[in-house]
Nanobody, 125 residues
Framework: QLQLVESGGGLVQPGGSLRLSCVASGFTSDYYAIGWFRQAPGKEREGVSCISSSDGSTNYANSVKGRFTISRDNAKNTVYLRMNSLKPEDTGIYYC??????????????????WGQGTQVTVSS
């Protein structure tokens, strides 16, 4: 059974850092593009970052470029999202998702086939 489990969320002050983890089970995650998405209350879900299965290339939303870094540890079947210089507008539920197509990743939720349950990130003083 394919499953994605996120962890690492929490409450952090503005300017702080968090590292989110997305652990995959039931499949080999390096064969899938993995994306991170977030949804704030009252807002639509938005793509944050993704890492491709085909060549390991990465993609970031403009709002997080230079602050967030996505990476993967194939031995652990895990994808990470390192978030630095966090801002209140980064608050939301963060989800990871897997796209089973072997291609360059995209930040569009409809391209993804499997989703985790999410982890809450709150940036507040």
């Amino acid at each position: 059974q394919l499953q994605l489990v996120e962890s690492g969320g929490g409450l952090v002050q503005p300017g702080g850092s968090l590292r989110l983890s997305c652990v995959a089970s039931g499949f080999t995650s390096d064969y899938y593009a993995i994306g991170w998405f977030r949804q704030a209350p009252g807002k639509e879900r938005e793509g944050v970052s993704c890492i491709s299965s085909s060549d390991g290339s990465t993609n970031y939303a403009n709002s997080v470029k230079g602050r967030f870094t996505i990476s993967r540890d194939n031995a652990k079947n895990t994808v990470y999202l390192r978030m630095n210089s966090l801002k209140p507008e980064d608050t939301g539920i963060y989800y990871c998702a897997a796209d089973r197509a072997f291609r360059i990743c995209v930040l569009k939720g409809q391209a993804y086939d499997y989703w985790g349950q999410g982890t809450q990130v709150t940036v507040s003083s």
